[in-house]
């Protein structure tokens, strides 16, 4: 079965930090480019930051720039978030999906192939 799994979220201060986890199964997760998104409640949907195939590119969305980073392990087919520096317009249910898009990143307004079910990020004091 052929699914993404998003792990890591909960309730943080501001200023704090999470690892957020992306464990894919049932593909060849190699292959694919995987973003991150987020949803914060009554907003659009927004990309937060992607990382190519063999994990040579890396974009971010401006507004996270210097606080998070994008990583992955392939031989544990795992894509990480590391988020640093957490403030509470950071609150969203953060989804990872994939694309297979060559050794680059797709545009955030790409369509994706895969998605996780997501999980909740709250900062907060």
């Known amino acids: 079965q052929l699914q993404l799994v998003e792990s890591g979220g909960g309730s943080v201060q501001p200023g704090g930090s999470l690892r957020l986890s992306c464990a894919g199964s049932?593909?060849?997760?190699?292959?694919?480019?995987i973003n991150w998104f987020r949803q914060a409640p009554g907003k659009e949907r927004e990309g937060v930051a992607c990382?190519?195939?063999?994990?040579?590119?890396?974009t971010y969305a401006d507004s996270v720039k210097g606080r998070f980073t994008i990583s992955r392990n392939n031989a544990k087919k795992t894509v990480y978030l590391q988020m640093n520096s957490l403030k509470p317009e950071d609150t969203a249910v953060y989804y990872c999906?994939?694309?297979?898009?060559?050794?680059?990143?797709?545009?955030?307004?790409?369509?994706?192939?895969?998605w996780g079910k997501g999980t909740p990020v709250t900062v907060s004091s």
């Open positions: 999906a994939g694309r297979v898009y060559g050794s680059d990143c797709p545009p955030f307004n790409y369509g994706m192939d895969y």
């Open positions: 049932g593909f060849t997760m190699d292959y694919y480019a």
């Open positions: 990382i190519s195939s063999g994990g040579e590119i890396t």
